[in-house]
């Protein structure tokens, strides 16, 4: 299921297009200078990615030759004969590629370690281009998500989503416990969709994209108790008198707008607490995805992948 699934989103991502770096029409905060020149060098002249890390990794502060860590396997391909390209989140060194030597070998140790969601020990050597996978074992294989495709079809939009949104080598603790508490949460309880939810407005606030929904982002007028408007190009919401004057702005009923505010506030425990109906989680979801995209300046490919599932007769 999981190779289904993995196969699937690879067929219509592009690796080495932008894959790693969310769009330029908003530098996040504190974004070094560095980082957004090599993006621009990778989206703009179509440099490959490994070409891109292997330039980036020189103004790395991780110079060890061995690096031990804590990891999350985001997704995989095949490489050369028997080898897998890996693209990790590490708990020190944020979002790594890295290669495990002879992994399809049926013999070999480390496969089952390896597959995507799997929370794993590491031991990665340091090659000439790439991390070499030496020792993997694995923490927690998340073994009941991957019986239920609608719930991989979950794990695998939030690891698009941090993997799009983060660069190589720029480590970020917040980012690597969201991610291993969502996966966690989505393995384990019943209603998924709220893990999902709070994982997207966590992940904006991370990552220096946290929508202002307090005050009107046009006039800065307190945000009152009533349906008001949100614009994705000026990052936020909108009172009723500002939201026709802009082009982008589309209505955002109140409790939508309510539980945006909840889940930025609150602890995920707190933002539990709250009732998530379908109707208030498409609405919320369709939002995301608009916002999201909006800064990829493409399509997430997950959404669609989640959709056919939940079209399918059986499912609710
Ligand atoms: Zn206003």
Redesign the pocket.
Known sequence: MIAFCNSWISQKARPGEGYNAPGGKIVPDGMPSVKWHLFTLQVCMRVPIHLVSIVYNAHMPLKERTVRTEAIVLRHKNWGEADRLLWLYTRKAGKVQAIAKGVRKIKSRKAGHLEPFTRVNLLMARGRSFLIVTQAETIDAHLNLRDDLLLVGYAAYVTELLDRFTYDEDDNLQIYRLLKDTLSRIDTEIDPRISVRYFEVKLLEYLGYRPELTN?V??A?EIQAEDQYFSISLGGA??P??GPQIPDANRISLNTLKYLRHYQRSSYAEATRAQLTSQLNRELEQLMQRYFTYFLERNLNTPTFIRRIKDRPHQS
């Open positions: 009107c046009n006039c007028e909108l009172c008198r500002c």
